[in-house]
């Protein structure tokens, strides 16, 4: 995949089940009746799916969390690590979490990461906001992270 392929795929960064085609035999056969699959396991988590300091092994960012799935010899992840470093200079309250998904096969399947580098950016409260595959630009990165930022945690909304 072609480096404007991978931005143009992670445009979206949002989870949209519909447009997800269903894989079956190697090919993407679009599917409009059942969630997408691969090996009879879902292809995109829940839309309410969340993370916690404990599936993460450090604290959530006060503000939001880039979640960053990335493999040894993923040459793509370095270049999605450096943009995530560039976007948190400037953003208080986030945190940023690189994940071999090789070491953490569980939550890579839980949040059906298919494909590295993959990003999560989750909100206060730990929940996925939005969700790139491929390397996202640094303006569509910012762009999710202010949005995950805005939505208030369920401690700060009692406040």
């Known amino acids: 995949m072609t480096d404007a392929a991978r931005t143009a795929h992670a445009v979206g960064l949002g989870p949209t089940v519909d447009a997800v085609p269903t894989v079956q035999g190697g090919s993407a056969v679009p599917s409009a009746d059942a969630a997408p699959t691969v090996d009879g396991r879902p292809a995109v988590p829940p839309p309410d799916v969340g993370l916690t300091s404990g599936d993460l092994g450090t604290p959530l960012g006060a503000r939001a969390t880039v979640v960053q799935f990335s493999s040894t010899f993923c040459v793509p992840c370095r270049r999605t690590r450096q943009i995530a470093e560039h976007a948190l200079r400037t953003a208080d309250g986030v945190t940023h979490v690189d994940l071999d998904v090789a070491d953490h096969l569980d939550l890579g399947e839980r949040l059906a990461i298919l494909s590295t580098p993959t990003v999560l950016v989750l909100d206060a409260a730990g929940r996925v ?21 805005a939505v208030a945690a369920p401690e700060t909304a009692r406040s």
């Open 129 to 149: 906001r939005r969700r790139a595959t491929g390397v996202p630009s640094l303006a569509q990165l910012r762009a999710a992270i202010a949005e995950a930022s």
